[in-house]
């Protein structure tokens, strides 16, 4: 419920976004998006937060102690579960922990959420406007991953901005008790929540699909490049006894899951990845193809789709009916080219390639069954 002297406030203002002010004098700003969808963050009557539209300009604070952010009628923002809006209301509390990274090579400061990297995602609403969401959101189609600026901050929002971005994570939090975050993510097709624990397949080799950089027919190194000029196929061979039996497997859609924790939590000698970035990702929508070029079991696959991967964070690249075909040996051939669109780049070691990889959990792709 709103109250009068709410829609009052936002129905009657015109001009610069209500502004709170902290007795502390503390971190205050408005916000606006930057990639595909370059707009300034609006607060609606209700309290959700918009790209585009004719909406008041939103206002907020950070409280940087307890990792909260208010917005200028005091009330609490957060992005919570089920739907992940970014959304701000009276008494209500999120357990979002917000903060904010330090000025990039384009000089603005940029809102972090959860000890990510600051991915957001804006989805039409109508031709001119968009809600936001976090990361968490599960269905993404429509949708466009935008890093939300700070905009007209006061002095107190770079003071004591701390050595984060992506190495944050390391970093304990203040009192917010971190959500567990479901790990439900969706692709444009079928839903598939994948278990943390499920039983997953690594490729069983890796190859450059480029006559100039692969050392040997039989290349079984687990060095994975994607970038303008190069592009690797990922070769899975799936036994007829996956997924396992008596596993969280209930469905019989499987998954290609690609996995990118954040470097800080790679095991102890996992190479950190070498990484276009998160900002060029945003700013580029750029990303991967992820091209089926060989299927045992002719599962249908969207080969031009892109796919945006950020640290931090694994997704669901697409589904298909797991098994075996009739008429096919004991095991399921598939085989993905992997390749960069718009200058997308990414180095990394695929984890649990080979009989004896040194990792068997890191970066990479990995079949997995949905639950
Ligand atoms: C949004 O702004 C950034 C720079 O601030 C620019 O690189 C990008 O092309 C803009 N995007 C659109 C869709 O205009
Ligand atoms: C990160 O923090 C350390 C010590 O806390 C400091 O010496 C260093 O300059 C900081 N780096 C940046 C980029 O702020
Ligand atoms: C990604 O998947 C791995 C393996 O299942 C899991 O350990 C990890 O917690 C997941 N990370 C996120 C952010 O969901
Ligand atoms: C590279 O991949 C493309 C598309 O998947 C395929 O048509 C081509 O034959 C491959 N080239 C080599 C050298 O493997
Ligand atoms: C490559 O490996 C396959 C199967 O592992 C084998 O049949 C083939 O002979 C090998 N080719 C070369 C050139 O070693
Ligand atoms: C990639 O290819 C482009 C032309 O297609 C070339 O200009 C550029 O130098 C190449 N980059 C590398 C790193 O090979
Ligand atoms: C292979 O690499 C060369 C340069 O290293 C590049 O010009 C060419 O486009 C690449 N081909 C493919 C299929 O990636
Ligand atoms: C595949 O994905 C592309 C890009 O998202 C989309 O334009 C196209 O309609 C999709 N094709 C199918 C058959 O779903
Ligand atoms: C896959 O499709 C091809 C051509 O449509 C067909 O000949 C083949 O039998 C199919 N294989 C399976 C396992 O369904």
């Given at each position: 419920?709103?109250?009068?002297?709410?829609?009052?406030?936002?129905?009657?203002a015109t001009g610069a976004a209500l502004r709170p002010r902290q007795a502390n004098n503390g971190c205050c700003f408005q916000l606006a998006s930057v990639g595909m969808v370059n707009e300034t963050v609006l607060e609606d009557h209700v309290?959700?937060?918009?790209?585009?539209?004719?909406?008041?300009q939103g206002g907020f604070c950070l409280d940087k102690t307890t990792k909260t952010i208010q917005d200028s009628l005091r009330h609490n923002c957060f992005m919570r579960a089920p739907d992940y809006q970014f959304e701000c209301y009276q008494?209500?509390?999120?357990?979002?922990?917000?903060?904010?990274?330090?000025?990039?090579?384009?000089?603005?400061?940029?809102?972090?959420?959860?000890?990510?990297?600051?991915?957001?995602?804006?989805?039409?609403?109508?031709?001119?406007?968009?809600?936001?969401?976090?990361?968490?959101?599960?269905?993404?189609?429509?949708?466009?991953?935008?890093?939300?600026?700070?905009?007209?901050?006061?002095?107190?929002?770079?003071?004591?901005?701390?050595?984060?971005?992506?190495?944050?994570?390391?970093?304990?939090?203040?009192?917010?008790?971190?959500?567990?975050?479901?790990?439900?993510?969706?692709?444009?097709?079928?839903?598939?929540?994948?278990?943390?624990?499920?039983?997953?397949?690594?490729?069983?080799?890796?190859?450059h699909n480029n006559s100039s950089v692969s050392s040997g027919s039989n290349d079984t190194s687990a060095e994975v490049v994607i970038s303008r000029n190069y592009s690797t196929v990922f070769d899975y061979d799936i036994p007829d006894t996956?997924?396992?039996?008596?596993?969280?497997?209930?469905?019989?859609?499987?998954?290609?899951?690609?996995?990118?924790?954040?470097?800080?939590?790679?095991?102890?000698?996992?190479?950190?990845?070498?990484?276009?970035?998160?900002?060029?990702?945003?700013?580029?929508?750029?990303?991967?193809?992820?091209?089926?070029?060989?299927?045992?079991?002719?599962?249908?696959?969207?080969?031009?789709?892109?796919?945006?991967?950020?640290?931090?964070?694994?997704?669901?690249?697409?589904?298909?009916?797991?098994?075996?075909?009739?008429?096919?040996?004991?095991?399921?051939?598939?085989?993905?080219?992997?390749?960069?669109?718009?200058?997308?780049?990414?180095?990394?070691?695929?984890?649990?390639?080979?009989?004896?990889?040194?990792?068997?959990?890191?970066?990479?792709?990995?079949?997995?069954?949905?639950?």
């Amino acid at each position: 419920m709103i109250s009068f002297v709410q829609a009052l406030l936002f129905t009657t203002a015109t001009g610069a976004a209500l502004r709170p002010r902290q007795a502390n004098n503390g971190c205050c700003f408005q916000l606006a998006s930057v990639g595909m969808v370059n707009e300034t963050v609006l607060e609606d009557h209700v309290g959700d937060l918009l790209l585009g539209g004719t909406f008041q300009q939103g206002g907020f604070c950070l409280d940087k102690t307890t990792k909260t952010i208010q917005d200028s009628l005091r009330h609490n923002c957060f992005m919570r579960a089920p739907d992940y809006q970014f959304e701000c209301y009276q008494g209500a509390v999120g357990t979002t922990a917000f903060d904010i990274a330090p000025p990039k090579a384009d000089g603005k400061s940029y809102l972090t959420y959860d000890d990510s990297p600051g991915v957001f995602y804006a989805c039409p609403i109508d031709s001119e406007s968009y809600d936001i969401y976090s990361s968490d959101k599960a269905d993404k189609t429509g949708c466009v991953s935008v890093a939300l600026a700070l905009v007209d901050e006061t002095a107190a929002c770079s003071a004591t901005t701390s050595n984060s971005t992506l190495s944050i994570r390391s970093k304990p939090l203040h009192r917010i008790p971190l959500p567990t975050r479901p790990l439900r993510r969706q692709s444009s097709r079928q839903s598939c929540t994948i278990d943390a624990s499920a039983p997953s397949l690594a490729p069983y080799q890796l190859h450059h699909n480029n006559s100039s950089v692969s050392s040997g027919s039989n290349d079984t190194s687990a060095e994975v490049v994607i970038s303008r000029n190069y592009s690797t196929v990922f070769d899975y061979d799936i036994p007829d006894t996956f997924p396992p039996a008596n596993t969280a497997g209930e469905s019989s859609l499987c998954a290609l899951q690609f996995r990118m924790p954040v470097c800080t939590t790679l095991p102890k000698g996992y190479p950190c990845y070498s990484f276009s970035g998160l900002e060029q990702e945003v700013l580029s929508n750029s990303g991967m193809t992820f091209h089926l070029v060989d299927d045992d079991g002719n599962a249908t696959w969207n080969s031009t789709e892109l796919h945006q991967v950020f640290p931090g964070e694994n997704t669901t690249i697409g589904t298909f009916e797991c098994g075996q075909a009739a008429g096919y040996g004991e095991s399921r051939k598939m085989s993905w080219h992997v390749s960069s669109v718009r200058d997308f780049s990414l180095e990394f070691l695929q984890a649990g390639v080979g009989q004896s990889a040194q990792f068997q959990n890191g970066v990479g792709a990995w079949i997995v069954p949905c639950q």
